[in-house]
């Protein structure tokens, strides 16, 4: 992409990582759109005692009780996929050479006996985003829609579900008020954890000092800090 005044920006392609030891996909063509669902269970509270029951009649509806978080679902409607013409360079006879990547990360691994879990990101995301986005495929639809004569696809239009992963250990450490531990996720900062926490970023330092930072301005993805209690 060329800007005004001549400097060129490099487009961030879509990104998949899976585990398992499979290799990077990168899309070619960036989707138009997604989408994020995220559902919530809250259960009605039971006032089945007499005394509860004439409370619920001067009520417009039951008390609610929190019954837990259900997964993230992360949806690409129209992901395109073209090789009527070379792709870097390079000339791709049949479009499936690249969908198959796609449709790899359904299949059982040997190595861990499961489909790969995959980490889905494009470009940067302030911290508390949905990117990167972990999770693994829950349905594939593959629609081929340009073909040679001979039958082979030369277009696609896949789309694809990914349902959020979380370890339970690493859940929990965010929502236990016992475990005081912050996993660093990318585009975190000190203040910005603080900020999140504690609810004023000037309160970095107490994080720093407890965990003995020596340069508080790099934080590596992926780590685990070590939240002191609030006054």
């Not at 005004?4 to 490099?10: D, E, R």
């Not at 005692?49 to 997964?71: D, H, Y």
């Not at 791709?92 to 690249?98: F, H, L, Q, S, T």
């Amino acid at each position: 992409m060329v800007l005004a005044g001549g400097l060129s920006q490099t487009v961030e392609k879509l990104e998949i990582k899976p585990d398992s030891g499979l290799k990077l996909i990168k899309v070619s063509f960036n989707p138009n759109s997604f989408s994020i669902t995220k559902a919530v269970s809250w259960n009605s509270v039971d006032n089945s005692g007499s005394q509860n029951s004439k409370a619920q009649e001067l009520l417009n509806a039951p008390g609610l009780r929190f019954g837990g978080g259900e997964c993230r679902e992360l949806t690409f409607n129209e992901l395109f996929f073209d090789v009527t013409e070379p792709i870097d360079g390079v000339k791709i006879a049949d479009v499936r050479e690249k969908t198959n990547d796609i449709v790899e990360l359904t299949r059982i691994q040997r190595s861990t006996k499961r489909p790969p879990v995959c980490e889905v990101s494009w470009g940067n995301a302030p911290s508390g985003s949905d990117f990167p986005f972990k999770g693994v495929v829950t349905n594939l639809t593959q629609t081929f829609t340009l073909f040679k004569r001979d039958g082979t696809p030369v277009r696609a239009t896949l789309s694809i579900t990914f349902k959020e992963y979380l370890k339970p250990l690493d859940d929990q450490r965010q929502t236990d008020p016992e475990l005081t531990t912050h996993v660093v996720k990318r585009g975190d900062t000190l203040s910005s954890i603080a900020a999140q926490l504690y609810g004023d970023p000037k309160r970095w330092r107490i994080i720093a000092e407890a965990n003995s930072l020596d340069d508080p301005r790099y934080l590596k993805i992926g780590s685990f800090l070590s939240i002191p209690e609030q006054d």
